[in-house]
């Protein structure tokens, strides 16, 4: 197996177990001893060296890697959330029904990531914001880091004004030039399952930009914390309430090995069918995926569409009380560690299906191929969304050209006239 510059660097053993178990079943492993063969599973760090002017690669056709060389557009916490503005002021200026606001001035649709600020750029237009609801919560990420770490929740001004601010001049300074931080309002109604917060993993392939080609994987799961959810702002330091990432919450003394804290997509469809009806959570589904979709169409004009690239995202969504869709993050590299056997089994499986789609099956890899596996192949991917189809059906461009039409998701009502509506990604 030949390593690019010595830079691929396995990140558990599954990665590794199903990488080779894949190649013997298309029949690559004498390939690879012969140093022909070129798939790269590789870091983000390693993509951007891969991809720098400075180093001069120059990948091949057989040449393919798992991520694309600014992924970060959308995997940072800022950068995120700025392509997502960018994209609802472009829908406002070509007069897309998608735009609409309601009379306060809100997105009807476009709704989905909560109010967010980058720190220290805009620490004075979020202190405007603060000052109108100066009871509510707010929590602050690092935007280049994960696993929880730096986080912390504040519903005081005082608290950033300690963390970090030049008294002299009033105006909010860094800790670090290097670490910019993104400040949230935070989802204090979240839905809860016997009194404890969850959010959701949801795996999304990428296997072309321009035209958008996405796949949603239909074995995600909920992250449950292991502490009752209160509201209470002396809690706000205990992580273990507000936080659902298993690297914080496998710390408490009562973490449960064997389950991990997680739920199956399926269970909790299955809860909520039977609580709040069929109706209410294909619904809440639809709008899950309807996101998902839109943050990608988001990034999508500014990410380099590397033909011997594809990304396997790894995205957080948390559902509040009112069944409302929050998009948290995207992950660029989602933890493929397994801290269950359930763990295990459906980390092979994702990136076995992977495999599948991003390299014609059975063949030596060719960055040139269509990229339309046969549905067959998919495992438990399903097309999400597929651009060039959804052009030729004409359900993006009569949507956008309907201004009296509320462009809702698949399976939803316009809100006012009661007439199903079309969905804008399918």
Known sequence: ??????????????????????????????????????????????????????????????????????????????LMVKNIKRYRKELEKEGSPLAEKDENGKYIYLDFVPVTFMLPADYNLFV??????????????????????????????????????????????????????????????????????????LYVLVSTYRPLRCYMYKLGFCRFCTVKYTPSTSELDNMFVHLTNVAIQKQRDDYNHIHGGKWTVSNLRLYLESTRG?????????????????????????????????????????????????LIEVNASPSLTSSTANDRILKYNLINDTLNIAVPNGEIPDCKWNKSPPKEVLGNYEVLYDEEMAQSDGT??????????????????????GKPVLTTWK
């Not at 910019?180 to 969850?198: D, W």
């Not at 589904?285 to 999508?300: G, N, T, Y």
């Open 1 to 78: 197996l030949r390593i690019m510059a010595g830079k691929v660097k396995w990140v558990t053993d599954i990665e590794k177990s199903v990488l080779i178990n894949n190649f013997e079943k298309r029949g690559w492993i004498q390939v690879a001893e012969n140093e022909d063969w070129n798939f790269y599973w590789m870091s983000v760090q390693t993509i951007r060296n891969v991809f720098s002017v400075e180093t001069g690669y120059r990948l091949s056709d057989d040449q393919i890697v798992n991520h694309f060389p600014n992924h970060y557009e959308l995997t940072r916490k800022d």
């Open 128 to 201: 405007e914001e603060f000052r109108k609801n100066p009871s509510s919560t707010w929590i602050m990420k690092p935007c280049g880091k994960a696993q929880g770490k730096g986080i912390f929740l504040i519903n005081k001004l005082s608290q950033i004004k300690k963390w970090s601010r030049d008294s002299k001049t009033s105006s909010f300074v860094s800790q670090s030039s290097k670490e910019a931080y993104v400040i949230s309002l935070y989802i204090n109604n979240p839905l809860l399952i016997g009194g404890k917060k969850f959010d959701l993993r």
């Open 278 to 326: 069929k109706e209410v959570t294909n619904k809440l589904f639809d709008e899950i995926h309807w996101i998902i979709v839109q943050s990608l169409k988001a990034v999508a004009p500014v990410m380099n569409n590397d033909k011997h690239c594809f990304e396997c995202y790894g995205y957080d969504i948390i559902i509040d009380d009112k069944l409302k869709p929050w």
């Open 396 to 417: 993006d461009r009569d949507l956008r050209g309907r201004p009296g039409q509320s462009p809702g998701v698949k399976g939803s009502r316009a809100r006012d006239s």
